[in-house]
């Protein structure tokens, strides 16, 4: 049984940073992403990474303020958020199982988490 786990969520000030973990079990390695999701909005691609962690993709919004990691052993995929904003408030989820095509395409992942909140206030 896949199962994709975030954690590391909660609350911060606006400049504050924050450093999510998603861990993957039941499945092997393959690109992973986060999301996000505000109320009201569309999902939206905020980091990805391949399995080699030599390919990353970070959406326009978070370029140079997040950053995307792994731990293979682990199979433990991190976002550190740095620099945080209001509008990064969101439910953030971890994506696993990709399929294909555009990294940050919500499409393109079969297996995803039940998402950490990330509120930042100004």
């Known amino acids: 049984q896949v199962q994709v786990a975030e954690s590391g969520g909660g609350s911060v000030q606006a400049g504050g940073s924050l450093r999510l973990s998603c861990t993957l079990s039941?499945?092997?390695?393959?690109?992973m992403a986060w999301f996000r999701q505000a109320p009201g909005k569309q999902r939206e691609g905020v980091a990805s990474?391949?399995?080699?962690?030599?390919?990353?993709e970070y959406g326009d919004s978070v370029q140079g303020r997040f950053f995307i990691s792994q731990d293979n052993d682990k199979k433990t995929v991190y976002l550190q958020m740095n620099s945080l904003k209001p509008e990064d408030t969101a439910m953030y989820y971890c994506?696993?199982?990709?399929?294909?095509?555009?990294?940050?395409?919500?499409?393109?992942?079969?297996?995803w988490g039940q998402g950490t909140q990330v509120t930042v206030s100004s």
């Open positions: 994506a696993a199982g990709f399929t294909g095509g555009w990294s940050l395409n919500t499409m393109s992942y079969n297996y």
């Open positions: 039941g499945y092997g390695l393959s690109m």
């Open positions: 990474i391949s399995p080699n962690g030599a390919r990353t």
